[in-house]
């Protein structure tokens, strides 16, 4: 099979350039704290990745999907339409453990997590997550990643040592709101639209 080409003969790349994901992102105290233990924890069990940068550190809450070449025509409205009827009151949320989530052998995430069914953790962030996935499918934004189960956390860096779960210092900070990202793949930039 062959690949058409554009006007100047060249073949377009497929491979995704562009990512659109909704995200929350720590408050400014929580950040402080998300670095320091990031540091903390990168000496004591002797990682080499690099830390992602403070303006990076976030929460997924829902993939839209990866594209090369640009985002599609009309994709960012929609999304941001769809995201306009989601509304519930403002929630705390708590990162108390830090781990390694399996990866590729030199590309393991090492990230913050939560209880995931208690108020003072992630339960209302879970009850957050599961209306606007189905706003999402219902509006046929699914993603690829949409079948995944959700597992908050924030991810702190990439390395290919692998920690197992361990208790940190809870994190807290309250989510007021979210925010559509544009992800340049490889370019390690987010845009935020809105």
Sequence with gaps: MTQDSDLFGAIPSTKPTDRLFFALFPSDEAIRKIVKTSQQLRDEHGLTGKSL????????????????????????????????????????????????????????????RGNETTQDGLASLMVFQKAFYLAMCRAGLQGPRANAKFAPHVTLMYDSHGVTEQAVEPIRWTAHDFVLVHSLIGQTKHIHLG
Excluded at 55 to 72: I, K, Q, Y
Excluded at 79 to 95: K, N
Aim: charged share 15%; hydrophobic share 40%.
């Design 53 to 112: 940068s403070s303006d990076r550190l976030h929460v997924t809450l829902h993939h839209v999907g990866d594209s090369a070449g640009g985002l599609p025509n009309g994709l960012v409205e929609t999304a941001q339409d769809v995201a306009s009827t989601i509304a519930m009151p403002a929630f705390d949320v708590t990162f108390d453990r830090a781990m390694s989530f399996a990866g590729s052998p030199r590309n393991k995430p090492f990230v913050l």
